[in-house]
């Protein structure tokens, strides 16, 4: 099973072409802006030296490179000479800038050119290296041009030069993974095998004895060990190098990272057919989704070194919940949906793209969520009064960061979006996501037609010059507890399998499949050992994860309890936030009569009831920002 | 009316005596061999130079004057030769460290000269000789050796020469006060006025435009301005110093600064008579007291800058609650109750006391809390793996701390214990605390017996020569719905007044009264808008708090409910942590059936009765350390 290609399928209308048609025409032109005005654009030219303006850093050859991918996906389907002309001269610049044993980093050309390869551990060469990478393959497949390619594939034979297995290289890896899965991506566009080969080293060299960081430290002493912004310890299995993967049973360390590794693990296991990798990635993922990951797919609990702590430990004022982790988290989960046909991946992938991730970013593409906690008490925020690290964190969404690794991360993906809704084997095409869309193979067409995930109906038109005999698989969401599938307006019956319904058929020339997911607001709990929502419950309907925001109900969301038994209306509102449903019901208010000059007092909560509103979670905060809810209190 | 001084009470027996006797026999030679080994004891003979071992630091001098105070206290009733020929030898080499001029820092003497009084913000001169002069002025009061209390008189003496009001001298004020109540106790033992005049000028100077802070760093522009250990910037309410205290109407910043300074604001206003400053302490008491106290009487509910937030914010894992805050509020409360005769401070001290402060040494009194949370998560302590700054935190107590506030404040206060049981004035003695203990002055004696705080009945002899006609007043606490008064064993009914009994009668000497304050176990909220706390209750038993410990109880204890109807039982157990009252009922546990792959299912939760047992606060991590929650769920 593979996923579609870009130019296979078109994003054709409602939520998605909404969010994607803003990244086209604002997102990318706004980042763009901030590229340049933070110095960032041009670090190729490598003219920077020490007092000068723009200090130049170790992340921004991958904050070029992110918006090179998703500028590149975007003119597949909307040429933009413009674009492409900025993008042509980006890479004039980083060809000067290539050394010429075919290195290329703008920051250690730069700031200290003896300094290169000696610290992988807390430099980021090969992450830089890999997003280059995989903008230099986007690019060419785009456009055609390959200087770029070119460049990288001179890059990557350095690397495979410097790194290996074999006597004489280093054996070491990455501190920051990425490079995984952009080797893999430039061996399947060249062919050439010892990139996947390089990949695979990288893979599995990580975490073993002698560790590689204990080596290299001993060789360079002087080098930085620590989290310079921080002064925390790093340790190795913040980076995922305490085990090699095959041994790791939790999903450790710095979420981004993690879910980096994981997609370049997955994309070795595939090639390789390495089953351990291959139950490594099954194993990691359980441990992510049965016990760390939030409910909006968000991952990565804490701002200390951006990462997991451990089981059910799921704070949500303090919720990290990195844009970028989310979005790792769907390569990886877009990945195993692939590998393995088995649904929940889909599942993930849903939950995460529509929660967590389109929490990112602000309905109007211009604004950025570096952190998505899952409760704001607004006033701890503005006073920095809560004693924590609140790093990128806040309820207002910012322009930039400065550390940008978000903004051209959402662009790439919202960019290549199309990428992640159908795949195909040579028995079956698979819808995995739903929104309206056009898929094309080999003279086979899909045509969806919804408001999903607003609406429980879709409509798959099949077109096809000739009949054809293919199972045409639904996945079916885990969360779908009712459904109905017609074809040709009579019921049908598949065959469900993994989390995917197939319909095994001969198909022909406008055939219509009608899917009903239905979707009751259901009121979910967390694990009993999430002590965090211990006694909440967050409103949830098909993938969308609801809250409730102080524009909508007022300050203090914690006063408001829910009886687990009361119903929700849902309102479809084209003009409420760019289009959504929202919901509407009742709730108990905790009186605070009697408590002006008491702080505690015998327990007799009296309760008022309160009509509140409930938003997507991924839309809060385009109003007036102020406290936001998911989780809330249980009536018991 | 004002307190009993120390000669005058002793603590005769039970729970204060044991917890004393264990920090006369124990705790203040534990804390001499720590003030040893880490270098501080000697710190006055100013040997050390860069590169030695032990650098001093601005506190030391804190650290061995409330030592030395504790241990004057403790000489009173309990001459200890070998003690006061130890703090003999500290004075004599403070003698020699005393400059010309009477100055006298031990950390400036060897740091840099130069430097004395250039930033009062940050550094803690003043402080130092506050501490000192209280020092100086117990170990007079107890020996009668007037050799500190001279080197202290001629250090006042210079400060007085550089601070003030006066034309040429600074006008600034301590960035760390205590200096402000120590000027009063120095004071009212040598009777002169510049002391009490040189105190109202640093109470009512501080924070008045144009600001001393300003100037200061006008003047010496080089200084340090920021929290160096955190890299976060000190503001100036985070001293108090960003408007006059007059002006003030929430309680803001470093929780034991804001706490001394009440204290010195309080006796100034006593002693002055001005109303202003006796409305401001009661302002700031009561938001305190309303809006940001924990229900142990712990203050200061971050660990960034050690200080309040905001209304109802109160955290419990990372509670900060400082052992030395909750020790400042009681000296406040002591001074208040003494000024108004209101029993509403008398039960602010006495729950502070008994909760707040007691949980912060062990039972043995070899170990320290700095930290008092309310709540731990043993595991999110362990692994540092909650992302906030635990420094001084966690759920183990310690043997030191490298700021080491905390520990002889506990040994000074437990010293010095008999001066918070009874006040009196011409028409009254009052009875504030309860507990074993016997006042005696002008002939006449209360000699108080009880199991207090574990049971609920205090029997009071009087014994005197004569007759004598005057007010027993026994403070009722604001807890206690129902109480019973005897005299004689026939029942009276005395006049109730701002929270005394007042009982009038001519006694005479064997009368007894039998005070009975019942004691049900309650069940308490907090404010509804104290997030943290929303649909929980907390144990609670006359003035003691109760909490659940993973030893009794087992892990996970947020997954256990108490239905609030349901009755505990009240044991209590001379032999369990040193003797107290335990409690014992039935809670609710979630099941976490179903739930071992699962994170997030529909809100269905199923509730299984299990025993659980709480403990007395103060008590607890006196077994094996684990979680601890003082908050539980409501089943509502």
Same mark, same amino acid.
């Given at each position: ?21 803003? !990244? ?161 991506? *430039? ?22 004895? #002698? ?91 804490? /701002? ?27 390569? =990886? ?39 998505? #906690? ?68 080999? &003279? ?108 909508? !109900? &007022?300050?203090? *969301? ?17 003009? =409420?936030?760019?289009?959504? /449903? ?18 505690? /007092? ?30 809330? !209190?249980?009536?018991?």
């Amino acid at each position: 099973m593979k996923s579609a290609e870009l130019g296979q399928v078109r994003i054709t209308g409602g939520y998605w072409k909404q969010r994607c048609d803003v !990244n086209r025409d604002i997102t990318l032109n706004t980042e763009y802006i901030q590229l340049r005005d933070t110095g960032r654009l041009h670090t190729f030219r490598q003219t920077w030296k020490e007092g000068d303006p723009f200090e130049p850093h170790q992340f921004w050859d991958s904050d070029i490179a992110k918006w090179i991918e998703a500028v590149s996906y975007s003119i597949i389907h909307n040429p933009d000479k413009d674009l492409e002309s900025k993008v042509d001269e980006i890479v004039d610049e980083m060809e000067t800038a290539q050394w010429d044993d075919g290195y290329l980093n703008s920051y250690y050309s730069v700031k200290d050119k003896s300094a290169r390869w000696t610290n992988l551990l807390i430099d980021h060469e090969l992450y830089c290296a890999g997003h280059l990478m995989e903008a230099a393959i986007a690019y060419f497949q785009a456009t055609g041009k390959d200087k770029m390619l070119n460049i990288l594939c001179r890059y990557a034979d350095h690397i495979n030069s410097v790194f290996g297995p074999e006597a004489g290289k280093l054996r070491g890896y990455p501190g920051h993974q990425e490079i995984e899965l952009a080797l893999v991506k *430039l061996y399947k566009v060249t062919g050439n095998e010892k990139y996947l080969r390089l990949s695979e080293f990288f893979v599995t060299e990580r975490g073993r004895q #002698p560790h590689y960081y204990d080596a290299e430290l001993e060789r360079n002493p002087g080098i930085k060990r620590y989290d310079r912004q921080k002064g925390s310890k790093l340790k190795y299995a913040d980076v995922q190098a305490h085990l090699p993967v095959t041994e790791q049973d939790t999903i450790e360390g710095h979420s981004v990272r993690a879910l980096y590794f994981l997609s370049g693990v997955a994309d070795v296991a595939e090639l390789t057919g390495r089953a351990d990798l291959i139950a490594a990635c099954e194993r990691l993922y359980d441990n992510m989704t049965q016990r760390r990951m939030y409910i909006t797919g968000g991952i990565g609990d804490t /701002a200390d070194i951006e990462r997991f702590t451990y089981d059910y430990n799921l704070p949500n004022e303090t919720a990290y919940a990195e844009t970028c982790a989310a979005i790792a988290s769907v390569f =990886f989960c877009h990945r195993m949906l692939n590998i393995t046909r088995d649904g929940k991946y889909g599942d993930t992938m849903e939950l995460t793209l529509h929660n967590g991730i389109m929490s990112g970013i602000s309905l109007d593409g211009t604004k950025f969520f570096y952190a998505n #906690p899952l409760a704001v008490d607004a006033k701890a925020v503005d006073e920095e009064t809560i004693g924590i690290n609140i790093r990128h964190m806040g309820y207002k969404r910012h322009e930039w960061f400065g550390c940008a690794c978000c903004p051209p991360n959402l662009a790439r993906l919202l960019s290549s979006l199309e990428m992640y809704f159908y795949s195909h084997d040579c028995n079956a095409i698979y819808v995995n996501l739903y929104g309206d869309s056009e898929f094309s193979l080999d &003279g086979i067409t899909l045509s969806q037609k919804t408001n999903y995930p607003w609406s429980e109906k879709i409509e798959i038109t099949v077109g096809c010059e000739t009949s054809f005999d293919k199972s045409i698989a639904l996945r079916i969401p885990g969360w779908c507890r009712k459904l109905g599938v017609k074809v040709n307006g009579m019921t049908v019956s598949p065959e469900f399998k993994k989390g995917y319904a197939y319909i095994n058929s001969i198909w022909n020339d406008g055939d219509i499949i009608e899917l009903i997911l239905e979707m009751p607001v259901e009121k979910m709990q967390a694990h009993p050992y999430a002590r965090h929502n211990t006694g909440k419950l967050a409103l949830k309907r098909g993938p969308i994860v609801y809250c409730l925001e102080e524009e909508d !109900n &007022g300050k203090h *969301l914690n006063t408001l309890f829910i009886k687990p038994t009361d119903h929700f209306n849902v309102t479809y509102d084209a003009d =409420f936030l760019g289009g959504c /449903a929202y919901l509407t019901g009742q709730a108990f208010k905790i009186s605070d009569e009697g408590f002006e000059r008491t702080l505690y /007092a015998p327990y007799a909560p009296e309760y008022i009831p309160v009509p509140i509103k409930a938003i997507p979670y991924a839309m809060w905060t385009n109003r007036t920002p102020g406290d936001m809810s998911v989780w809330l !209190n249980a009536l018991k």
